[in-house]
């Protein structure tokens, strides 16, 4: 095997690994290539808490890699009652610090202040966006200032930090949306393909953090679900990590409703 290894891998002169993956000789990272696939389990779908685990033993990155998910679903977004969005407390956050800036102005940029915003402003803050400065998060804004905040939406916007009433960004209680958004609050929707992509967690996480994460993002999703829509409204869920596989979830099992699995 050994052998074989060396004639088909064009082994380097110095015989260091190429790949970054190492700093040990070229054969032994071979070999652990070799062993890694060789672990990698033959069934098509786990439950969330075998595909966390799997995702977990397949993270090999140097830093701490984020733990995303990647959900297909059966909603055509070019209809606008089928267009997803929305906000999820997760339990256990993301594992960073959220920087939240407030569009407000009098007592309510007080509030922001007083509740921990990171940058409180109205026409001031406008201007530092479109000086490049955007070293936040997520933007919350009261109503009055919606027509400050839509000089930047062009800004705003492609970077999906847009406010957005159905997320929960446009509010008068900012202090109450400062806090889930410090808290481990995420928004999401769907791409043009109907896809939802979003990180749960780290790898660093408990097993039971990452699986708790991700059943609120499902319920949370799935309650989004258009009263008209008939089929199966998920069609595939994978869970992977920045550099790592990705493992597709069983649908029949919990959290997910629609009792059967989608092909």
């Known amino acids: 095997m050994r052998a074989v290894i060396l004639r088909s891998a064009k ?8 790949k970054g993956l190492c700093t040990s000789r070229w054969v032994r ?12 389990p033959q069934k098509e779908v786990f439950e969330i808490d075998e ?3 799997l995702v977990k033993t397949f993270a090999t990155a140097r830093f701490d890699e984020s733990v995303d998910l990647a959900i297909k679903l059966g909603v055509d ?8 969005r929305g906000a999820a407390s997760l339990p256990n956050g993301l594992g960073k610090t959220i920087r939240v800036a407030v569009f407000a102005k009098g007592a309510k940029a007080n509030e922001a202040e007083a509740a921990g915003a990171d940058v409180v402003g109205s026409d001031d803050l406008a201007e530092k966006i479109k000086e490049g400065q955007l070293n936040f998060d997520r933007v919350i804004a009261t109503p009055d200032c919606m027509g ?5 939406a062009r800004i705003l916007g492609p970077r999906g930090l847009m406010p957005n009433p159905k997320m ?3 509010t008068m209680d900012v202090a109450d949306g400062i806090k889930n958004a410090k808290q481990g609050q995420v928004t999401f929707k769907t791409d043009k393909f109907g896809v939802v992509n979003m990180p749960v967690g780290k790898v660093s996480f408990p097993n039971t953090a990452l699986k708790e994460n991700i059943s609120q993002l499902i319920k949370d999703i799935e309650s989004l679900k258009p009263k008209e829509f008939t089929g199966n409204y998920f069609k595939k869920v994978t869970i992977s990590s920045t550099m790592g596989k990705g493992f597709s979830v069983d649908l029949k099992g919990e959290p997910f409703s629609q009792g059967k699995r989608n092909s």
């Open 51 to 53: 595909a966390v685990k």
């Open 11 to 18: 082994v380097p002169r110095d015989g260091l690994c190429r």
């Open 148 to 152: 400050i905040v839509g000089k930047v």
């Open 77 to 84: 977004p070019r209809k606008p009652n089928q267009m997803i």
């Open 168 to 170: 929960g960004t446009i």
């Open 29 to 40: 990272c071979m070999s652990t290539e070799i062993k890694r696939k060789s672990k990698t």
